[in-house]
């Protein structure tokens, strides 16, 4: 199975951009239905993105739509996540997980068995 570490995390200003990355070993990572997750302190953690193990679907939480875009190389063994137009609001530690599926354009946004360890996003004000 796939260990996945994420990256790109930082401090941002309101309205600014961050790309985060996920990198993948020890698995192939064209089998696996990626996903991005966020936890901001004090609440549960949340969807916030998907995509297919073949980049053909995607999937994003109301909150984001229209301002992160998820993509995926996998030659690179790669998921990213997009962030434009930041907030304070989108202040969080952002994860990454995964989920091994045989379908190439299954999503979901609950059923991930894998996860990385997180990086902080804060967007000041």
């Known amino acids: 199975q796939v260990q996945l570490v994420e990256s790109g995390g930082g401090p941002v200003p309101a309205g600014g951009s961050l790309r985060l990355s996920c990198a993948a070993s020890?698995?192939?990572?064209?089998?696996?239905?990626m996903g991005w997750f966020r936890q901001a302190p004090g609440k549960e953690r949340e969807f916030a993105a998907a995509?297919?193990?073949?980049?053909?679907?995607?999937d994003y939480a109301e909150t984001v739509k229209g301002r992160f875009t998820i993509s995926r190389d996998n030659a690179k063994n790669t998921v990213y996540l997009q962030m434009n137009s930041l907030k304070p609001e989108d202040t969080a530690v952002y994860y990454c997980?995964?989920?091994?599926?045989?379908?190439?354009?299954?999503?979901?946004?609950?059923?991930?068995?894998?996860w990385g360890q997180g990086t902080q996003v804060t967007v000041s004000s």
């Open positions: 997980a995964a989920r091994y599926t045989s379908d190439p354009y299954y999503l979901t946004r609950g059923e991930y068995a894998l």
């Open positions: 995509i297919s193990r073949n980049g053909g679907s995607t």
């Open positions: 020890g698995g192939t990572f064209s089998r696996y239905a």
